[in-house]
């Protein structure tokens, strides 16, 4: 009964192609995140959603637009993908209060392998 | 900006051997602090975290970190590290902008850890 589920795992794919990763929380969270790790293992936030509502857009491209149908439900569809998206994208989420962060449970991953 | 710093990039020890991982963070506010574990081909989890109170934490797994407000630091320790705490350690800052939680997770860059047997 995974906390954070992510799909896919891996993807493999061509430039230019546009492919989406899914991601559900069954943790009653109200506040989700997409994080980038690159190859040297650095993380850094893409998007953080509140209650469906964008609440952090780092410096990411447009190509990258997350979509968030309900506070439960988190996805990332990236457009003409370039070599540089490959990465690994973790999903979180956690409750977030107005002075207080709290924990974030992340997914396993999605490694994007752009060739 | 604020911005995370570990300064061991990788650390090699031997079981036993006692561990302390160091985190500097650049950020003159109030701050919530993390340390999160990242085994082989697992999800990142939570080791212990720092809000208030006593700035010696305790987490899982026999780890404990001390939150040194006048350094900016908040180092991991362990006092006899295992075979199975090989894994990758991230520091991680939440800052905030007055009173008012920024809702951002900041991580440094990790630190691999390898223990030989």
């Known amino acids: 009964d995974t906390a954070v589920s992510q799909t896919p795992k891996y993807l493999v794919t061509q430039m230019g192609n546009d492919k989406s990763i899914k991601c559900e929380q069954n943790?009653?969270?109200?506040?989700m995140y997409w994080y980038k790790q690159d190859s040297k293992k650095f993380l850094k936030i893409m998007f953080s959603?509140?209650?469906?509502?964008?609440?952090i857009n780092e410096t990411v491209p447009n190509r990258f637009s997350p979509k968030s149908p309900d506070k439960a439900h988190l996805n990332l569809h990236i457009n003409s993908l370039e070599l540089g998206d490959s990465a690994v994208y973790f999903c979180?989420?956690?409750?977030?209060?107005?002075?207080?962060?709290?924990?974030?449970?992340f997914g396993e991953g999605s490694r994007l392998t752009v060739l | 900006a604020q911005s995370v710093s570990q300064h061991n990039h990788h650390v090699i020890l031997s079981e036993a051997a006692s561990l302390e991982l160091g985190c500097n963070y650049s950020?003159?506010?109030?701050?919530?602090l993390f340390w999160y574990v990242q085994y082989p081909g697992q999800h990142l989890q939570l080791l212990l975290k720092?809000?208030?109170?006593?700035?010696l934490v305790k987490g899982i797994k026999g780890f404990e970190a001390e939150f040194i407000k006048s350094k900016f630091s908040f180092n991991l320790r362990k006092p006899s590290v295992q075979w199975s705490d090989t894994a990758e350690y991230f520091c991680?800052?939440?800052?905030?902008?007055?009173?008012?939680?920024?809702?951002?997770?900041?991580f440094g860059q990790g630190t691999t850890l390898q223990v030989k047997p």
């Open positions: 943790l009653g969270h109200d506040t």
């Open positions: 959603y509140n209650n469906k509502e964008l609440i």
């Open positions: 950020y003159g506010g109030t701050v919530n």
């Open positions: 720092y809000f208030s109170g006593d700035p």
């Open positions: 979180a989420s956690g409750t977030s209060g107005r002075t207080i962060m709290g924990e974030l449970f």
């Open positions: 991680a800052v939440n800052a905030r902008q007055g009173s008012s939680n920024t809702g951002k997770l900041i």
